[in-house]
C-alpha cells in the first residue's frame, strides 16, 4: 500500500480522520504542520492532545522550542527519514497537513511555484504606498529587504505575496530551492478533504471560539513570560500574531476574535489555492471515512 497523504484547509476535520485512518490501516501519523512542531504553541495550532492520539504515534509534534530554526528543507529531509522507519515496521505512512508548501516540496522535490498567483492578495497590496510596503518587507523578510530596492514595487509586492501565501520568507525559499526533480506523487495516495465554503467558515468561526474559551490568551501570555521574543516566527502563526496585536493594545478582545475569524478563513482559502496545484488527489467529506479506506487500500 503507498503512503498516504492527507491535506485539506484548517478546520476541516484532518486530525480526527486522520487518527481513524491510522487505527484502521495500521498506520502512523506525520505532522505536515509547519507550527505544530513547537513545544508549547497548543491551542492556536489545534496541536492533538495524547487523549486525542488514542495511542497513534505521532511525529514532527513537539519537536523545537518557539525560538529555534524549522524549515520546509528540515520537514522535507526528516518526514523521508520517518516515511522509511514506519515502513520498515511493517506499517503505514500517514502525512497529515495544511502546509502546502511542506506538501509540495515533499511531492515535487521543491520544484514549487515562487510566487502563486492570488488577485486578490496582489490587489490589496498593489493599493498601498510603496514605503509601507517596503516598511511590511523590512518586517517580515529582513533578507530579501536587502536585496530589493525600496522603489521597486513590483518586487516588493512578490515577495509580500510568497510571505503572505507560504507563511516563510521569500529569502528563505530560494536559498532552499533545488533543481526540479520529478514528481513523487506516485509514492503516495493523496486523499484531500473539503466541505462546502459555508460549513468550512462555520467550523472555522467555532474553532476559534472554543480556543479561546480554552485559554489561547493566557497560552500567549504563558509563552512571552517565558521570555520568547515576539518577534520569532513562531508567533507569526495564525492565533499567536492576533493575541499578540490584542496584548499590545491594537484590538479589544472581541475585535481580535473577529480578526482572527477573518484571517483564518483567508487561509483556508489560501490553502486550498495551494492544493489545486496538486495532481491526483482524490477528494471527499470528511464524514466520507470508508470510501476514503477503500481508496487508500485501492
Known sequence: MRSIVLLGPTAVGKTKLSIELAKELNGEIISADSMQVYRGLDIGTAKPTMEERQGIPHHLIDIHNPDEEWTVSDFVEESQKLKVKIQNKGKLPIIVGGTGLYLWSLLEGFAFPISPADKELRG??????????????????????????????????????VFELTGKPISELQESRKPEAESRTRNYTLIGINLTREELYERINARIDNMIAQGLIGEVE???????????????????????????GKWDKEQMVEELKKRTRNFARRQLTWFRRFKDVK??????????????QG
Open 124 to 161: 490589496r497590496l498593489e493599493e498601498l504606498p510603496t514605503t509601507t510596503l517596503y516598511a511590511q518587507l523590512s518586517a517580515s523578510d529582513p533578507k530579501a529587504a536587502e536585496k530589493i530596492h525600496a522603489n521597486d514595487k513590483k518586487r516588493i509586492i512578490r515577495a509580500l505575496e
Open 222 to 248: 504563558g509563552l512571552l513570560a517565558k521570555g520568547y521574543s515576539k518577534s520569532l516566527n513562531s508567533f507569526q502563526a495564525l492565533g499567536y500574531k492576533e493575541v499578540v496585536e490584542y496584548l499590545d
Open 283 to 296: 477528494w471527499f467529506r470528511p464524514e466520507e471515512k470508508d470510501a476514503i479506506i477503500e481508496s487508500c
